[in-house]
């Protein structure tokens, strides 16, 4: 199993343009999400979805889009990019069975910077 | 505002020494995690407590959740260069929402 495999590594982009955050999991877990990881600031959520076709918004959702067509992916959609947006992703899952307490598997992260 | 508060935020000390960090806060949490991460990498569990006053060991790391569950402590015994890392705390909210601490980061000097 690849486990949680996040797409790209880094990126860089201008202030306005657009870009797509790819995120996908071998592990048939019901539970994915994205969190956005600052410095002194620790994981904040963005979204969340609890199976595919459910999504839900978490602690900072605004500027950012998603969406849960199949089990595997859970794409994180930038519309406008901002320089406030740069940051490090991480993408998670689970299986879901004890309301987020169970492990949550991240994957390696996608830096970015928004100039 | 965070809601969980994590200290200390640093914290660098020699290989042998212990050291506790703690997590708190002025909420209760259904449950609390314990996660460890590595540069360029993601978090990765340690432990999930659920129950108030609940310790749980991991080889040389003691895990408390307080009795209130808004609170929780860790706990490195003789500590290694291998422990160095980002040490952060998630509190259970409510459904499938975890709130994140903002982190100590550990350095063990040889």
């Not at chain 1, 860089?12 to 877990?29: E, F, I, P, R, Y």
Request: glycine content about 10%; hydrophobic content about 30%.
């Amino acid at each position: 199993n690849a486990g949680v495999t996040q797409t790209p590594k880094f990126q860089v982009l201008k202030t306005g343009q657009s870009m797509t955050l790819q995120c996908a999991q071998d592990m048939n877990h019901e539970y994915m999400s994205w969190y956005r990881q600052d410095p002194g600031m620790g994981l904040r959520l963005i979204h969340y979805s609890v199976g595919a076709g459910i999504t839900d918004q978490g602690e900072v959702p605004n500027g950012y889009n998603v969406s849960r067509s199949t089990t595997e992916d859970f794409p994180l959609r930038l519309l406008s990019a901002a320089p406030s947006q740069t940051s490090v992703y991480f993408c998670a899952s689970s299986y879901g069975t004890s309301g987020g307490a169970e492990t949550q598997y991240f994957g390696p992260g996608t830096r970015l910077l928004v100039l | 505002t965070q809601l969980l508060e994590q200290s200390p935020q640093f914290l660098s000390i020699q290989e042998g020494e212990n050291l506790t960090v703690y997590c708190n806060s002025s909420s209760v949490f259904s449950s609390l995690q314990w996660y460890r991460q590595e540069p360029g990498e993601g978090p990765v569990l340690l432990v999930t407590v659920v129950t108030g006053g609940e310790v749980k060991k991991l080889k040389r790391l003691t895990f408390q959740f307080g009795d209130a569950r808004k609170d929780s402590s860790l706990h490195i015994t003789a500590a290694q260069p291998g422990d160095t890392g980002l040490y952060l705390c998630a509190g259970v909210r409510s459904s499938y929402k975890l709130i994140f601490g903002s982190g100590t980061r550990l350095l063990v000097r040889p």
